[in-house]
């Protein structure tokens, strides 16, 4: 794609957003604007909708979980109540897999108490059961510990704690625990920036999965000489760049002009897609 189709296909990106973004805007100010939301969904029913932006939010309909389940089956019902956005009836559905022991599930409901998702919002409660479940040799239940204290959201930011847990979860087996400490390590987030040590968490989460994003990140880091990134967009916007430059004369052309669409066309290679950003 020529940089002259690349600021075309941009200008006409920016123009569709800014028409969105001012119907979205009436939306929010008189609560309901036609046009924003027959471009939502070009058969609206009378009356404002609910669900979209400057409109009260769709209901939804709490369902309980057959009894007589297996833990598992509780699972897979939880799961598909997730999907419905039926979030406290999952919570529920989680809870009961939880008291027949499933780590699972307990570790559902200690996430659902620290996010405040389908109960109440306790994270001190939440963080406690997450603690015990990590007691008991749980890797995912310190890697859940080690991205609550990184991200600073919900908990108290503490990287000290955060690196401890993820390292823990690391040795656990869990790859992404490996690539969060490699972003750490780059952006030297309670340690000393070390671009070796990020590297070899990188090439790290690469081996624990196989995961293309993990190789491609170490392999970014390897060439990124004397660069250095304030923080993780930074990070990622640098990487993003580096992977398009890498990959572009390598992706199949696309049909008519020739020029397509960069994310469609790196779509149609697995190694490309997974490259882009790691999927947990």
């Known amino acids: 794609m020529s940089n002259y ?7 006409s990106i920016a123009v569709s957003l800014l028409a969105w973004r001012i119907d979205a805007t009436q939306a929010q100010t008189t609560g309901y604007n036609p046009n924003y939301y027959q471009r939502v969904n070009p058969t609206p029913s009378q009356g404002p909708p609910c669900g979209h932006i400057g409109t ?5 309909q709490t369902t309980n979980a057959p009894q007589n389940m297996s833990a598992e089956q509780l699972l897979a019902y939880a799961d598909k109540q997730v999907k419905q956005h039926d979030y406290a009836g999952a919570m529920s559905t989680y809870q009961r897999a ?8 307990k570790r559902q409901v200690a996430v659902g108490h620290v996010r405040g998702i389908g109960v109440r919002q306790d994270a001190q409660k939440g963080i406690a059961m997450l603690e015990d ?4 040799g749980d890797a995912k239940a310190y890697y859940h510990l080690g991205y609550f204290f990184e991200n600073g959201k919900f908990v108290q ?19 992404f625990a490996s690539f969060k400490l490699g972003v750490m390590y780059e952006l030297g987030e309670g340690t000393p920036h070390d671009r070796a040590a990020a590297i070899s968490w990188f090439d790290r989460a690469a081996s624990q999965r ?15 000489g004397s660069q250095r990134f304030n923080s993780g967009d930074a990070m990622a916007s640098a990487y993003w760049a580096w992977f398009m430059k890498r990959y572009e004369s390598l992706l199949p052309k696309s049909s008519g002009n020739g020029t397509g669409n960069f994310n469609q066309r790196c779509n149609a290679i697995p190694s490309c897609a997974n490259a882009v950003w790691p999927r947990n």
Not at 56 to 60: D, G, H, K, R, T
Not at 157 to 175: F, P, T
Not at 212 to 224: G, I, K, Q, V
């Open 98 to 105: 939880a008291a027949m022991g499933n780590i699972e599930a």
């Open 157 to 175: 930011r503490d990287y000290a704690r955060a690196l401890q847990d993820l390292r823990a979860a690391s040795k656990g087996g869990v790859w």
């Open 210 to 224: 196989g995961d293309a994003s993990a190789a491609y990140y170490a392999d970014f880091l390897r060439s990124a």
């Open 56 to 60: 009260a939010p769709c209901p939804v």
């Open 5 to 11: 189709s690349k600021i075309l296909v941009l200008a």
């Open 133 to 136: 479940i990590a007691k008991n």
